[in-house]
């Protein structure tokens, strides 16, 4: 076998390598896709906003936590439905809350979820949908 012939058949393996790769890749790509797909959504129905400096100091605060132990902590989960009892029972509300900031305008941003009754237990993980511009809940059976 010539040198020719050997960088020639390198290359082609090399290219097959390379090809398998992005299959791989669009399959994982292809499974995430999927599971996207099985979650339910709930989009917000509607949002208050807020200026009260409080009520924004305790959600930035709350992000804080949030972005320091993980949405999913224990200790997060009880102080975010802590201030969503306290805004439901002040704005007369028995739905589902989400709760962010507009830095820009200096206020708070609730977002309304009447699809969902809010529950002792319950605890949703959020999105926001780029192509709709809304935020939303997943829902699934876990929660």
Do not use: W
Not at 29 to 47: C, D, G, H, T
Not at 59 to 84: P, T, W
Not at 87 to 105: F, P, Q, S, T
């Amino acid at each position: 076998m010539t040198k020719l012939n050997l960088l020639k058949e390198i290359k082609v393996l090399l290219a097959t390598i390379e090809l398998l790769e992005f299959f791989e890749e669009l399959a994982r790509e292809n499974e995430a896709f999927e599971e996207e797909l099985k979650e339910e959504r709930v989009y917000s129905s509607y949002q208050y906003t807020s200026n009260d400096e409080p009520l924004l100091q305790a959600v930035l605060k709350l992000q804080e936590i949030g972005n320091a132990l993980g949405s999913e902590h224990k200790l997060y989960k009880m102080m975010f439905k802590s201030v969503a009892n306290f805004l439901r029972e002040d704005i007369g509300l028995d739905c589902v809350l989400g709760l962010g900031v507009n830095k820009v305008a200096g206020e708070v941003v609730i977002d309304v979820y009447e699809e969902l009754k809010a529950t002792e237990g319950s605890h949703y993980p959020s999105g926001y949908d780029k192509v709709l511009g809304k935020p939303y809940l997943i829902v699934n059976e876990n929660n």
